[in-house]
């Protein structure tokens, strides 16, 4: 999914919506942290929990990272 794909879906949601994403254990957490960060494949096999990207500190995919700072608890 690209920036624009998501701004046009997000376009036909209640723009009063309140937005989230799914919590460590159960429930959800809001959305309080949008940043831009590099990513890149596993260059190896992962297992399934594992997601298929990692944040590269060097070259890689340009992304957005949408995330709730209630994530930095479990970190």
Not at 37 to 57: A, L
């Amino acid at each position: 999914m690209t920036v624009a794909d998501l701004v046009a879906k997000l376009n036909t949601m209640p723009h009063d919506a309140m937005v989230v994403v799914r919590g460590y254990e159960d429930g959800v957490n809001e959305v309080d942290r949008i940043t831009n960060c590099k990513i890149s494949s596993f260059s190896i096999g992962r297992d399934w929990f594992y997601g298929s990207f990692e944040i590269s500190q060097g070259d890689g995919q340009e992304a957005v990272f949408i995330s709730s700072t209630r994530d930095d608890i479990r970190d």
